[in-house]
T-cell receptor, first 110, second 122 residues
Framework: QSVLTQPPSVSGTPGQRVIISCSGG????????VYWYQQLPGMAPKFLIY???QRPSGVPDRFSGSKSGTSASLAISGLRSEDEADYYC???????????FGGGTKLTVL | QVHLVQSGAEVKRPGASVKVSCKAS????????IHWVRQAPGQGLELMGW????????NSTQKFQGRVTMTSDTSIGTAFMELRSVRSDDTAIYYC???????????????WGQGTLISVSS
């Protein structure tokens, strides 16, 4: 069972905006930044969002992140077929001294 | 260009040990923490632990304490993860991954190896 809670799946049609939620606790999201990773089928995860809402170079601005208290969310606007992937949230956990992850959310583009 | 290249897939019998290597290139190896993350088939990501290559200090999560050893060889820019007494539920893809910021942990994981499939079967 994952420490952070994500919905198992979300879906949308091309051009739509979808939001993926991530819920944690005081020792992880509540105390530290949230990070998001995109995992395409059969591939290693890719760094998508850091420090709650920052995008590494090369990540389109269609992807945005936010955090409030012990929850966070990833928004994907202008949905495209190539966005179909698993998305994971993560945060450093002070009590564990390590990364904790959400269970992942499978995004389907209809 | 920054890369982490891992060793190839392995098949192990229950009770055996397995050692995965992770060779870094394109950056100063000792400047960044390396994390080991695994992913069971169809499952999510799970941290096993991390190592600071500059000091050789490592920390494994409670679940893996006593069964995993993380080391690094700075002369060849390579990190290693050894898992002992493997069992069927250790079947997974094992990733090494580099911290985003130098000299720091908790800044995110920006670089991932390609993954190493470890299959445990009798």
């Amino acid at each position: 069972q994952s420490v952070l809670t994500q919905p198992p799946s979300v879906s949308g049609t091309p051009g739509q905006r979808v939001i993926i939620s991530c819920s944690g606790g005081n020792s992880d999201i509540g105390s530290n930044y949230v990070y998001w990773y995109q995992q395409l089928p059969g591939m290693a995860p890719k760094f998508l969002i850091y420090r709650n809402n920052q995008r590494p170079s090369g990540v389109p601005d269609r992807f945005s992140g936010s955090k409030s208290g012990t929850s966070a969310s990833l928004a994907i606007s202008g949905l495209r077929s190539e966005d179909e992937a698993d998305y994971y949230c993560s945060a450093w956990d002070n009590s564990l001294s390590g990364w904790v992850f959400g269970g992942g959310t499978k995004l389907t583009v209809l | 260009q920054v890369h982490l290249v891992q060793s190839g897939a392995e098949v192990k019998r229950p009770g055996a040990s397995v050692k995965v290597s992770c060779k870094a290139s394109g950056y100063i190896f000792t400047d960044y923490y390396i994390h080991w993350v695994r992913q069971a088939p169809g499952q999510g990501l799970e941290l096993m632990g991390w190592i600071d290559p500059s000091r050789g200090v490592s920390n494994s999560t409670q679940k893996f304490q006593g069964r995993v050893t993380m080391t690094s060889d700075t002369s060849i820019g390579t990190a290693f993860m050894e898992l002992r007494s493997v069992r069927s539920d250790d079947t997974a893809i094992y990733y090494c991954a580099r911290e985003f910021e130098a000299y720091y942990y908790g800044s995110g994981i920006s670089i991932w190896g390609q993954g190493t499939l470890i299959s445990v079967s009798s």
